[in-house]
């Protein structure tokens, strides 16, 4: 018969553990009352892993009641080395305790002991009364108590890894000896982590021999005069007391005077009702996730007008949907919630697997019969009614999807995606499980929970299972909606969502719809070149380096570089020396390090884009589809990818010629290039007010040259030199993005302390540009955030950090993203003008691309004077600044052209 099961666990070890295994993201786990959590995160990890699993019949939690200890009374710099506890992790000892109860174990501690002798006492009481004890720490000494009975569990790597100590393990680590020697090896050896001395000059390995030649310290002690005379027996005799005291340090206390008993233990279970709010009070979302969907009911602090509503806790009305049943569907004709589920994330190409459609009051219809959607049927008529309001989750992914079939979805009303986007920028997840947990909804698994992900990715095969999912999703897309259209109201964000990025979806999902045509033999031609040319860099670098190598191996090319050529190395990695792109451009005029990055510029261009771009031609039109991605970046900018049309180089011609490939989809049209001019320093002399930088722009002046005046001192009648307008440039654009001294000076070629006077000089000659970036960051330490003249909203969650590198960089942050951002609001206002003022006119042009400030328009040649004319009005317009917005158009046959 097994042996009834104590389980002890030290929790100062382990708190401990926890805490410094997330050290480097303890500004991010806190709670919304400013708590921080990484400790309570890891703790209750192991709790979850160990206990649950475990079910032990007695369980205790031991606690160090305070520095002061008996031990200290014996050897006053007992852990005297070690430094105060970080207050991130003292604020998290009572909530841990509170942890420790709420999961039905009990917590003790006992004055002028620590948690070590608490255990050591508990764990013998427990071996004498028949149980099999496991102890859980984070502390090696604690192994000194294994015995046949007790074995003890140490983390290591933070808490997720865990050795097991048993006579066995303890011999084979001890070449042969036991627990009760460990104290003896200690005595010797001593502590550092535990600042007792023990025998000055004797090492582990020296201990480890004494000890087994001699059982006990005491024992050797008594032999000491028949040992030969040697520097060792002379440290051992000068080092006696020392040996004796920091054998009794080391000694766990088996004694101690603790006034619980073993009945005391019961392990009771984790108390749900009382342990739900503690989870929502730390914000512990994964755990309220698994409590849902384990049955347990989440309250949440939503309510209508009448009364009490628990989303969480809402009975799903499910049913599958066939030709039979096709009339249910009709009866939905006020509002409905609408999800449909693709096999891949690129729904230009993905297949759609299944759908829902259904409201709380008449329930939901599931099916995988995609042509229920189409033709004449109920559910595409509801889809295409412009009187039916619809709630979906994605909805420029569900525009795009639908139209592949030929369904025209009209009034969707609320997007889940989108609004949590909003809500949060920094929770840029697309799973509609996660971001209905990240929003205190939990009665929905996250697709990687029911479908798994990568090469186990599966739709079930059991109906009811996926259409399970399928309509809590739904529903949860429907219960979401009040309390986030409240919270984007209270935020002063319905009109960026209702006028800007709900709009903008449609406008996004018709440009990628319609795609951009591209001449592949355009690209055939420029791949062929590119080869020839990569073929004489090669043989140009073998000539330079005397022989022929792998030059795409970075470890072949250190060899070459700094030990053959005998360059100097600047920096070495764990494989050798560096060669990346910084350290090859610092080493300069260096002949073979030339012929190197341009060999590596060639290679990424004809691999990622000529190469990529020719794979990602769909072959029935002839185009490629990007996809947009309208809820990723933290600025608002758009995101493209699948492939990314906006990062082709232009920097250097053969980046460039790639645009030759962008042509119009109808002969006798061409291309129509709109790029705003300098948007984010006229939105930072909008914001800022400052009167110098908005008369620059006002008055029509080149704002580099302008700028170089000022803070260079050049005349008036002066022209400015090219090398000087350069600088200027680089500081105006460094002031929006929050530069320092260090980072103007690299950009610049000046010291550090010539950077830090022109960023003195440029803040004197624009005062309130330095006004607003203090008031900047001063009201984003108040509030947590910065805001877009749209009200976008960039929370700072390091603002306030202690570590001032996370700080620094959330104080460049707060500078920037009211900048960047709003020129993304700017644009997509311009994007959803433009595109009504196309439609107004009647015009056959077509929007393709949208990089960064510049439009892609396509469209027939007699059109282009109007279009031009139109675009170029309606971008200026799009918002009003205290600057003028400047756009510039340029027309071509093909994408470069058009530059």
């Known amino acids: 018969m097994a042996k009834p099961t104590l389980l002890l666990i030290d929790g100062n070890s382990l708190a401990f553990r926890a805490f410094y295994a997330l050290i480097n993201q303890v500004d991010r786990f806190v709670n919304h009352e400013g708590l921080h959590t990484n400790a309570l995160v890891g703790f209750n990890n192991l709790i979850d892993g160990i206990v649950d699993p475990f079910q032990p019949d007695l369980a205790l939690v031991a606690w160090d009641a305070g520095k002061t200890t008996f031990r200290t009374g014996k050897f006053d710099n007992y852990k005297g080395n070690r430094d105060t506890t970080p207050q991130e992790l003292v604020e998290q000892f009572e909530p841990l305790r509170e942890m420790v109860t709420l999961h039905g174990i009990k917590s003790y501690e006992l004055t002028d002991y620590e948690a070590d002798d608490i255990i050591g006492t508990m764990a013998q009481k427990g071996e004498q009364a028949g149980y099999a004890v496991t102890i859980v720490t984070g502390d090696r000494d604690m192994t000194q108590l294994v015995t046949d009975d007790i074995t003890v569990w140490v983390t290591k790597k933070g808490i997720s890894e865990i050795d097991h100590y048993t006579p066995a393990k303890i011999a084979e680590m001890y070449d042969g000896l036991e627990a009760k020697h460990i104290v003896e090896i200690k005595g010797l050896q001593g502590d550092t982590s535990d600042n007792y001395p023990g025998v000055a000059g004797i090492g582990p390995k020296t201990a480890l021999k004494l000890i087994k030649q001699y059982n006990s310290i005491p024992e050797m002690y008594e032999h000491i005069d028949e040992m030969k005379t040697s520097k060792q027996k002379e440290k051992l005799i000068n080092g006696k007391e020392d040996a004796l005291v920091s054998r009794d340090l080391a000694r766990i206390r088996t004694n101690a005077p603790v006034t619980i008993n ?47 509503f628990n989303i969480s806790n809402t009975t799903l009305n499910m049913t599958a949907l066939t030709n039979a049943n096709l009339d249910h569907v009709s009866q939905l004709t006020t509002a409905v919630d609408f999800y449909l589920e693709l096999d891949d994330a690129n729904y230009h190409t993905a297949n759609p697997v299944g759908f829902v459609i259904g409201n709380q009051e008449k329930g939901y219809f599931a099916s995988r019969d995609i042509e229920l959607l189409v033709h004449d049927s109920p559910v595409k008529a509801i889809l295409e009614d412009a009187n039916i309001t619809k709630h979906v989750f994605n909805a420029k992914e569900l525009y795009v999807s639908l139209h592949r079939l030929g369904v ?104 990628e719809a319609t795609g951009i045509t591209v001449d592949a033999q355009q690209l055939l031609q420029m791949d062929s070149k590119l080869t020839e040319r990569l073929s004489e860099l090669e043989q140009t670098i073998y000539q330079q380096a005397g022989h022929e190598f792998n030059i795409q191996s970075p470890k072949q090319l250190g060899v070459v570089l700094f030990e053959e050529m005998g360059y100097t190395p600047l920096k070495k990695t764990k494989t050798g020396y560096s060669t990346s792109v910084e350290v090859l451009e610092k080493m300069g005029d260096v002949p073979i390090v030339a012929s190197i990055l341009a060999y590596r510029q060639i290679a990424k261009i004809k691999s990622t884009y000529v190469e990529g771009l020719l794979r990602v031609i769909h072959g029935s039109d002839s185009k490629v589809h990007t996809r947009y991605l309208q809820t990723l970046t933290q600025t608002g900018r758009l995101s493209s990818v699948d492939p990314n049309l906006q990062n082709i180089p232009v920097r250097i011609e053969e980046g460039r010629q790639i645009r030759k490939s962008f042509v119009p989809s109808e002969p006798e049209w061409q291309i129509l290039s709109a790029d705003y001019s300098q948007i984010e320093l006229r939105v930072l002399a909008h914001i800022t007010g400052d009167a110098n930088l908005q008369a620059a722009f006002i008055n029509g002046e080149d704002i580099h040259a302008a700028t170089a005046r000022r803070i260079f001192d050049v005349p008036d009648d002066e022209p400015v030199d090219g090398n000087v307008r350069r600088q200027a440039k680089a500081v105006n654009f460094g002031i929006v993005y929050g530069i320092s001294d260090f980072g103007l000076s690299k950009n610049i070629g000046v010291s550090r302390q010539q950077a830090k006077t022109i960023i003195e000089t440029y803040f004197k000659q624009y005062p309130d540009v330095k006004k607003w970036s203090e008031s900047v960051i001063a009201s984003a330490r108040e509030n947590g955030y910065v805001e877009t003249i749209a009200h976008r909203r960039r929370y700072l969650p390091d603002i306030n950090a202690k570590r001032f590198n996370a700080r620094s960089f959330a104080e460049r942050t707060a500078m920037n993203s009211p900048i960047q951002g709003s020129a993304a609001d700017i644009i ?40 031009e004319q139109l675009v170029s009005q309606t971008m200026d317009s799009a918002v009003q600044l205290a600057v003028p917005l400047l756009v510039s158009t340029h027309i071509g046959a093909s994408w470069y052209d058009a530059k």
């Open 262 to 308: 073993l009945d005391d233990l019961a392990y009771k279970g984790p108390d749900y009702e009382n342990i739900i709010p503690f989870y929502q009070h730390l914000d512990f979302k994964a755990q309220l996730v698994k409590l849902a969907n384990q049955g347990y009911t989440i309250p949440t602090d939503d309510h209508t007008e009448d009364g009490a």
């Open 408 to 511: 025209s979805l009209k009034n969707v009303e609320f997007d889940l995606l989108l609004v949590s986007y909003l809500l949060d920028t920094n929770d840029n997840n697309d799973d509609l499980g996660a971001l209905a947990h990240d929003n205190d909804y939990y009665a929905v698994q996250t697709d990687e929970e029911v479908y798994g992900r990568g090469a186990k990715f599966a739709i079930p095969e059991e109906d009811a299972d996926f259409f399970e999912h399928l309509g809590r999703k739904a529903m949860a897309i429907g219960l979401l909606r009040e309390p986030l259209l409240k919270k984007l109201t209270e935020h002063e964000q319905l009109d960026l969502y209702r006028d800007i990025e709900l709009p903008l979806t449609k406008i996004l999902a018709r440009m």
């Open 828 to 867: 997509k206002i311009a994007m959803i003008n433009v595109q009504a003022a196309i439609e107004k006119a009647g015009l056959k042009a077509h929007m393709l691309l949208q990089v960064h400030d510049e439009l892609i328009f396509e469209a027939p040649a007699d059109e282009m004077a109007e279009l």
